[in-house]
């Protein structure tokens, strides 16, 4: 028989891992725009959206709008004042189909 502590350590653990880090679970459409951002952002921007990465800002709470703009085009939408005057962020337009994905993850 496991002792107790054992026990505790298997439920801890069963905890933790079923932590989404979103206050929930995400909907199957926002679950793939993690993993999309888990895959191709988190180099440049957080692990966590909604804090500034090394070399991109927080991205939490960015629109379909920009994301299309930047992804796509490595451009702003008319009249948006990006976080950061840089200009490393190249265009990603293998992304394209995922930009909805992408968006209901970042709202």
Do not use: N
Request: contains cysteine; hydrophobic residues 35%; charged residues 20%.
């Amino acid at each position: 028989m496991l002792d107790r502590r054992v026990l505790a350590l298997i439920a801890f653990a069963a905890a933790l891992a079923g932590c989404s880090g979103q206050g929930g679970s995400l909907s199957p459409e926002a679950e793939r725009g993690r993993q999309v951002y888990t895959a191709q952002c988190t180099s440049c921007h957080s692990p966590d959206p909604t804090k500034d990465g090394p070399l991109g800002p927080a991205v939490k709470g960015s629109s379909r709008e920009l994301l299309e703009a930047r992804l796509l085009r490595g451009a702003y939408p008319p009249a948006y004042k990006p976080k950061r005057p840089s200009a490393v962020m190249q265009p990603m337009p293998h992304l394209a189909g995922s930009l909805g994905d992408l968006a209901a993850y970042l709202r």
